[in-house]
């Protein structure tokens, strides 16, 4: 093994990423899977009973969009930067009313 490679495998830095995106990957995303389609289950009930969507519940997963899109960032190795809870919750860059 070339002592380049050997610096790598023992970087430190890189194992905590590894952890770190195996989190994000397992864990964090379940959970927004879950909430992303009771969400929309949510949202789709409302419309069909009231006509109206829920604007709190509709501005929580444009929040939850912009996390989800900071999260697959870090995992793809796209940003360094480490997403919620190590650093502050992403806002999503436009919220336009439909």
């Known amino acids: 093994m070339s002592v380049d490679m050997r610096e790598r495998v023992l970087n430190g830095s ?11 990957f397992v864990v964090v995303f379940e959970i927004v899977l879950l909430l ?9 009930v409302a419309r069909l009973v009231t ?35 190590f650093s502050d919750w992403p806002a999503p860059e436009d919220k336009k009313e439909n």
């Not at 992303?36 to 789709?44: D, K, R, S, V, W």
């Not at 999260?71 to 796209?78: D, E, P």
Request: net charge negative; charged share 15%; no cysteine.
């Open 36 to 44: 992303t389609g009771l969400g929309a289950l949510f949202i789709f």
């Open 51 to 85: 006509g109206e969507d829920p604007d709190r519940l509709r501005n929580f997963l444009a929040d939850l969009n912009a996390f989800t899109f900071s999260a697959l960032q870090y995992v793809t190795f796209n940003s360094d930067q480490r997403p919620f809870p």
């Open 14 to 24: 890189l194992w905590v990423r590894l952890l770190f995106m195996l989190l994000y």
